[in-house]
């Protein structure tokens, strides 16, 4: 898409960064993230937003902006947490270091009923992730709205600077979208985004990276995969999808993605690995380390099953790029490393070997994209599978007892979240293993085995998610059958964490 009256987002390094170009998307408008340190490169922007991030503008190394070149483009501007600090410096005022990390849920309470905040209630629920706050205010600085303390959460500069210490982005600002909305609202005419024009670009992007080159495509049957292969085939290159079994995939999965590529004619070949994986993994309890094997492995595997392959293909999605921080020139932290995320992955994109089109979208663009495809809604509508597989849902060290309880327990879970018509209503549900044994009694008799924990989440793009209230009878059935057909399980757990500060994984 030609970058003209697009949306800049500017990345500081905030976890949430890239949900702020997906709300701009949804609002119909097309954006764009980038680096500060490369304004200059922006294009022709309609507006700019910088967003928030974990360093302190009194760090001696804080990202910085040219501020008179910033100024130069001459287009409203909304800075978000580390944003609004930055632009606060900017205007001559000062920023001071809080005595308490303010994280969580907040008041917000609009001084005025324009501009920003338009049609939001006197009274708002906002998340704040922050540790400084705004000091000094400049002459030409307002005040805007407060907290429920009094304190100033958003500043206004003239008539098209403006800032917020809080995060519209997420679902826990319960008004964020509709603010997001009408800062948008005051930045003229905006170029518009449309899934189909999206698509266009990306075969468009494929074709000229990898031309006549022979492309290796690793498939999971997850959605991410699935609408990448799909893609690839579509864009007309020469391109061999792979299904590794590495022994860590849930019960009957195999069978049922073959079935699924089948019916999309999309032939992928399928590479039994299991024996090859859990041996590499034996012993291992440390998750980091757990997930660079498996990453690795899968690269081994890859090339040993195609050969002279030119191009890796991933479905990374932007989840995994920025809780990995694998950016070079991220000013994220590092969540934790994903298996498409390995120091061997990251030696060949410098190499131009690898090729991940899905990199800037979330999982609902994803299967936004796949509609247009015209993958089957039953396809596209699988909850999301980890790379790593099951190693992520059993901590510490793996063993064939540990992943044949698993998939046990997670078969009835699933298939009664199906029955019951709660796996439409969740975004991803799994049983896990607690690897630690505690007493029960079975048949009247003493018993020393594991415990199950089971997840049910809703989310919209997996940066942030909360648990389902499953219905207790349901919750009382799984547990039941789970009791009594799993040999090793004495105990049914349900994970009620919402993320964060839980991940979704528990690895």
Known sequence: MEEINHVAVLDFGSQYTQLIVRRVRELGCFAKLYQPENLAEIGKPGAIILSGGPSSTSDEDAPDIDFDLLKSYDVPVLGVCYGMQLLNIKFGGSVKSSKHREYGQAGLFPVVSEGLYAGISAESQVWMSHSDTVDHLADNCKIIAKNQHGTPVSLQWGETFY??????????????????????????????????????????????????????????????????????????????????????????????????????????????????????????????????????????????????????????????????????????????????????????????????????????????????????????????????????????????????????????????????????????????????KTVGVKGDERSYEFATNLRAVISEDAMTADWVDLPTPLLRKVSSRILNEVDGINRVLYDISSKPPASIEWE
């Open 163 to 436: 800032g917020i210490q809080f995060h519209p982005e997420v679902t826990h600002s319960h008004e964020g979208t509709q603010i997001l909305k009408n800062f948008l609202n005051t930045c003229g005419e905006l170029a518009e985004f449309k899934i189909e024009d999206f698509k266009q670009e990306l075969i468009e992007g494929i074709q000229a990276k990898c031309g006549n080159k022979q492309v290796v495509c690793g498939v999971s049957g997850g959605v991410d995969s699935t609408v990448l292969a799909v893609l690839l085939n579509e864009s007309g290159v020469n391109v061999q999808a792979i299904y590794v079994d590495q022994g860590l995939m849930r019960k009957n999965e195999t069978a049922e993605v073959e079935a699924n590529f089948k019916r999309m004619g999309v032939p992928i070949t399928v590479v039994d690995a299991s024996e090859r994986f859990l041996t590499a993994l034996a012993g291992e309890a440390d998750p980091e380390k757990k997930r660079k094997i498996i990453g690795n492995m899968f690269i081994d595997v890859f090339w040993d099953a195609v050969g002279n392959a030119e191009m890796l293909a991933q479905g990374t999605l932007y989840p995994d790029v920025i809780e990995s921080a694998s950016n070079e020139n991220s000013k994220a932290s590092t969540i934790k490393t994903h298996h498409n995320r390995v120091d061997r992955i990251l030696e060949m994109q410098k190499e131009g070997k690898v090729l991940e089109p899905l990199a800037e979208l979330f999982k609902d663009e994803v299967r936004e994209l796949g509609a247009t495809m015209g993958i089957a809604q039953d396809i596209l509508n699988r909850h999301p599978f980890p790379g790593p597989g099951l190693a992520v849902r059993c901590p510490g060290d793996l063993t064939k007892e540990k992943l044949d309880i698993i998939r046990d327990c997670d078969a009835i879970f699933i298939e009664e979240l199906k029955a019951s018509g709660w796996y439409e209503k969740t975004w991803q549900a799994y049983a896990g293993l607690i690897p630690v």
